[in-house]
């Protein structure tokens, strides 16, 4: 594994909840560049237009809200966007312990960054949906030299926030996930991965083919069988 | 499986489209138009002069809906793409086999096979539905002389050697051909393949198919990722979509030379729609094209088990299934490319 990454081997960091979610679908997705939206996509998608404004920053009761947030880690080789950071003002000197806290440009005082992440919908068995926002968390604490514990999910269906705790599993995890996926992109190799349960909400179903998986050998029998049967 | 919308056809020259929210707007004149949701379309064929809005331009190359201008003659004018679609690796390993002929030949022979299968499959569907007005001998012959073909395609080493039974193949069917028009033989007969202008109507007829046919292998082979132009049989020509005309071989008997059949064998069309001009050449008019057309969208419908996949899709998508398995071998996917082997 690379020490450190250049820009030009940033990977997207949503690619890690695809990743997660099937290896292969992040392979059409990011290697094959394939995309094909359905009902859930699309959702996710208008779900996105509403939050995202990166000119629109509010302060409620002194947490500052920034939408749209570009990060990236060098470390991770991932870049990518925070849909919301929330800044919370850290109490004064001698109160805080003051290490995890940072400055912001042009603003007064320290703050403690917690990255938000909106999800259409609700919260999932699976460490996805975890692991994105944790990889956020750690592009945040690369470019702001701080440690971040913890974060949200919003999940649209829910209408609720799911707090989640940055743990070293749930680090290395994204650690391990990313190492891979920069693996298999330099090959530029697009996996075959079994079929599934999950293949039937996935929006590129279309493009992968599941039902290929299981004919890996049998396309020169077929037109073997053809011909002779003519 | 992908779903299929529809394909919206503007026949009407004097029309204008545009983009409203996420609608297609089509408008006549300053107080005729239609609007239509975009996500129920999967291609827009323009046989219009005013053209389209670069609005919507934009809104069906995001959300990959074909957009194509033709002349209201069936030429192709233009099509609108946006950014190159798919994956570098994908499109360099096309360009590679493209130069390697070891590599080219079992990929065209697949093409071919399934041509001469198709094709195969036309004659013996006319022997089989309409033994007493055929004539048996000629067509069963011609039949037996793409059997032999097919069988010895296999082991060909060279594109050379694959275009010359493909040439061979080609003529012993289009000799046939007129056997299997069995209505209207005074208006529609086939001597030999034509165009470029057609000569007539039966030519006319398939010409104009070809280029829906054509259109629609363009765009499956670009939603997948692929070079339309650069292709494994045809040989790479400035303006030539060879991989299209490739994927083309083997479904043209199918979707192309099987429904001219029908359209003149059910008097779904007639000479009246077809006008000769001063040189030659044979144009058909609005209503004819609209005929054809309507009957084109009706085949795209009609369901199949595709012989590889062994799943149900409409017919429709046969063009975009074919690419993406040509796309899927040369992935490493598949170890060959499965051609389409109609039933």
């Known amino acids: 594994m690379k020490l450190e990454y250049t820009p030009d081997d940033l990977l997207p960091l949503s690619g890690i909840q695809h990743f997660l979610f099937c290896r292969r679908q992040w392979a059409l997705i990011y290697v094959e560049m394939q995309w094909k939206e359905n009902v859930l996509t699309a959702e996710g998608r208008i779900l996105h237009q509403r939050v995202d404004d990166p000119f629109f920053t509010e302060t409620r009761n002194g947490v500052i809200i920034a939408r749209s947030v570009p990060v990236a880690s060098y470390r991770l080789g991932l870049s990518g966007v925070c849909d919301v950071v929330e800044f919370t003002p850290s109490p004064p000197a001698p109160l805080s312990q003051g290490e995890e806290d940072v400055k912001l440009p042009n603003r007064a005082g320290l703050y403690l960054p917690t990255p938000v992440e909106y999800k259409r919908g609700k919260p999932k068995r699976e460490p996805m949906d975890e692991a994105q926002l944790c990889a956020q968390a750690m592009c945040l604490e690369e470019m702001l030299s701080t440690h971040i514990p913890l974060g949200y999910l919003y999940y649209g269906q829910t209408h609720h926030r799911e707090k989640v705790e940055f743990t070293s599993e749930l680090r290395a995890l994204v650690m391990e996930m990313s190492a891979e996926m920069h693996q298999y992109f330099q090959r530029g190799h697009t996996l075959r991965v079994k079929p599934s349960k999950a293949c039937r909400s996935c929006s590129l179903e279309e493009v992968c083919l599941p039902v290929l998986q299981k004919k890996v050998i049998m396309a020169s029998k077929y037109i073997r069988q053809q011909v002779e049967s003519a | 499986m992908k779903h299929l919308a529809n394909v919206l056809y503007i026949t009407t020259p004097e029309t204008?489209?545009?983009?409203?929210?996420?609608?297609?707007?089509?408008?006549?004149?300053?107080?005729?138009?239609?609007?239509?949701?975009?996500?129920?379309?999967?291609?827009?064929?323009?046989?219009?002069?005013?053209?389209?809005?670069?609005?919507?331009?934009?809104?069906?190359?995001?959300?990959?809906?074909?957009?194509?201008?033709?002349?209201?003659?069936?030429?192709?004018?233009?099509?609108?793409?946006?950014?190159?679609?798919?994956?570098?690796?994908?499109?360099?390993?096309?360009?590679?086999?493209?130069e390697n002929e070891a590599q080219s030949v079992p990929i065209a022979a697949s093409f071919l096979l399934g041509k001469l299968s198709n094709c195969r499959k036309v004659i013996?569907?006319?022997?089989?539905?309409?033994?007493?007005?055929?004539?048996?001998?000629?067509?069963?012959?011609?039949?037996?002389?793409?059997?032999?073909?097919?069988?010895?395609i296999p082991s060909c080493q060279s594109t050379a050697d694959l275009m010359a039974f493909e040439g061979s193949a080609a003529k012993a069917y289009f000799n046939v051909f007129d056997h299997l028009i069995l209505q209207q033989k005074n208006e529609f007969y086939f001597k030999e393949r034509n165009r470029r202008p057609p000569l007539d109507n039966m030519n006319a007829l398939l010409s104009f198919l070809y280029a829906l046919l054509t259109n629609e292998c363009v765009s499956a082979l670009e939603t997948v990722g692929l070079d339309p132009f650069v292709g494994f049989l045809h040989t790479n020509r400035p303006g030539r979509p060879s991989l299209a005309l490739d994927l083309m071989e083997e479904l043209r008997p199918v979707f192309a030379d099987r429904l001219a059949l029908s359209l003149v064998n059910r008097h779904q069309v007639t000479e009246k729609g077809f006008t000769p001009k001063e040189s030659g050449g044979i144009l058909m008019d609005d209503e004819t094209r609209k005929t054809v057309i309507t009957a084109w969208q009706e085949r795209k419908k009609e369901e199949i088990i595709h012989p590889f996949l062994k799943e149900k899709i409409p017919f429709g998508l046969i063009p975009h299934i074919q690419a993406l398995l040509l796309a899927r071998h040369l992935r490493g996917d598949l170890d060959a490319y499965p051609p389409f082997f109609w039933g």
Request: proline share 3%; net charge positive; with cysteine.
């Open chain 2, 16 to 98: 204008y489209l545009s983009l409203d929210g996420e609608n297609v707007v089509i408008q006549k004149d300053e107080h005729t138009s239609t609007r239509l949701p975009l996500h129920n379309i999967e291609n827009i064929v323009c046989f219009n002069w005013q053209g389209a809005s670069p609005a919507l331009m934009g809104a069906c190359v995001e959300q990959n809906i074909g957009l194509t201008f033709l002349a209201p003659s069936g030429r192709f004018l233009a099509r609108v793409t946006g950014q190159v679609k798919g994956n570098v690796l994908l499109r360099r390993k096309q360009f590679q086999v493209a």
């Open chain 2, 124 to 152: 013996e569907r006319a022997l089989r539905d309409h033994a007493m007005l055929v004539n048996v001998e000629a067509l069963s012959s011609a039949s037996a002389f793409l059997k032999e073909t097919l069988k010895v």
